[in-house]
């Protein structure tokens, strides 16, 4: 017999919680650093287009495999099909490597709120003060601890809740926030170059890689292929309707990584002139880029404290989302009790966090594939193993299942369904084909682009 599931009170429940999983560093931090380097505009278009088209259909697919099975990722695709139960095991691989460096940002973002609050705002708005926390061996990972530490108490002591009231009303203020910031930046003398690179799309900037990189993006701020939103789909009530739930949790998620784009971009134009190294920063864009535009501000300094604020608690959601989702593996798949599991990820954690946070500094020679290990870990999860992940579960919904098993469960308008079933047959599986092939050749100098 099927164990009962507990379900989310409601719609509202559910997409707050999925939002709640959403919202997050990706928004914030990895969407403007991404949108910078590759192109502004080309890279919000091509983004733009996949999320509504490849994210829907997916993020509709993940749920609609939860709500059927009412089965977490790993029992859920052995369930609808046994050869596509390592589908399940690849999904819940990602956020173990995830959760890791996730947590070293979210240690980044945890020290830059106490800097705001104890520190001279010039200080931190000076020129290499981001370069010098990340290049000092210990800092870093006592704040990459700190984080890690809060988001495995709040799992141990099954304090979820407590959290997510709470970020239920932090999520639309720092929506608010970064508006109001966003509205400041642009109104920054100097900011229409910048304004330009973000909202226009120069198509001579169009390379597979743009592709490359929004999709991983998709996946990453989305919180799809791994597991997630199926998880959250067994808990979904019956009577909500996964269509406009979807359409919410993406216009939400999308919107915000569009603001925090918009309040990040026009500012680097205006602090460093548009510098092509100026764009090129990298993970550290954000924590260049904001203190600037906070200490141009009048009471920067509290707007600046209250913005870290929020951005934490957008980034413990989702960390306690990739937690719990992690445990939860170990459970099911290795029979460990729940604090077993729990210490298990926080000792994977310490593992890879480490050479993560050592990576920006003293480890810095140490390189595989010619990236930091943060920035390989990234690369690895989001543009290898998230689309191989995606593509086994077109392949799996789109031609493998009997059609209507998922179908029934998704109840789809006319004009979505039929977008559906081009994107899960057609449009997904030959884009994420081509785009890693390319990739493999490219890496391999067999074919330039
Ligand atoms: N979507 C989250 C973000 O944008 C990251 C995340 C992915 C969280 C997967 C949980 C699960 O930050």
């Avoid at 999904?91 to 070293?104: C, D, G, H, K, M």
């Avoid at 597979?208 to 979904?236: C, D, E, P, W």
Wanted: hydrophobic letters at 55%; proline letters at 3%.
């Amino acid at each position: 017999m099927e164990k009962q599931r507990s379900s989310f009170t409601g719609k509202l429940g559910f997409i707050m919680a999925a939002a709640g999983s959403a919202v997050g560093l990706g928004n914030i931090w990895r969407f403007p650093y991404l949108a910078a380097q590759y192109g502004g505009g080309i890279f919000l278009l091509v983004y733009i287009l996949l999320a509504v088209s490849f994210g829907f259909t997916l993020m509709v697919a993940e749920i609609a495999i939860g709500r059927k099975t009412g089965l977490s990722a790993i029992e859920a695709y052995k369930k609808l099909d046994s050869r596509f139960a390592f589908v399940g095991v690849l999904a819940a691989l990602i956020p173990t490597i995830i959760l890791p460096y996730y947590s070293v940002i979210g240690g980044w973002v945890t020290k830059y709120l106490f800097s705001f609050i104890a520190e001279d705002i010039h200080v931190i708005a000076a020129d290499g003060y981001f370069e010098g926390f990340i290049a000092s061996s210990f800092p870093p990972i006592f704040w990459f601890f700190l984080f890690i530490a809060v988001t495995a108490i709040v799992v141990v002591l099954g304090v979820e809740k407590g959290i997510e009231k709470v970020s239920k009303v932090m999520m639309p203020v720092l929506a608010v926030l970064t508006l109001i910031v966003a509205v400041y930046s642009i109104c920054l003398p100097g900011s229409i170059d910048g304004i330009k690179y973000y909202l226009l799309p120069n198509f001579s900037e169009f390379s597979y890689k743009t592709v490359l990189a929004a999709m991983g993006q998709m996946f990453y701020s989305m919180s799809l292929s791994m597991g997630i939103m199926i998880t959250y789909g067994s808990y979904m009530k019956k009577e909500v309707s996964i269509e406009k739930s979807v359409r919410q949790i993406e216009i939400f998620d999308t919107g915000i990584a569009f603001l925090a784009g918009l309040m990040i971009i026009p500012a680097v134009f205006v602090f460093s002139g548009g510098e092509k190294s100026a764009l090129n920063k990298g993970p550290g864009l954000m924590f260049v880029t904001l203190p600037k535009v906070f200490e141009s501000m009048p009471a920067g300094k509290v707007i600046g404290a209250i913005f870290f604020l929020l951005v934490l608690f957008a980034a413990l959601t989702s960390s306690i989302s990739l937690f719990e989702t992690v445990v939860s593996f170990f459970q099911d798949k290795m029979k460990w009790s729940r604090k077993v599991s729990c210490a298990v990820v926080v000792g994977i954690c310490m593992l890879l966090g480490v050479p993560s946070s050592m990576g920006n500094g003293a480890w810095s020679g140490f390189t595989l594939l010619g990236m930091d290990f943060l920035s390989f870990c990234d690369f690895v999860t989001n543009n290898l193993m998230m689309p191989i992940t995606a593509f086994f579960t077109c392949v799996m919904a789109g031609y493998v299942l009997k059609k209507g098993t998922l179908e029934t469960e998704m109840a789809l308008s006319n004009g979505s369904e039929k977008l559906y079933h081009v994107v899960i047959r057609y449009v997904a599986p030959v884009c994420i084909l081509l785009i890693l092939l390319t990739s493999v050749l490219d890496f391999l100098g067999i074919m330039k682009l």
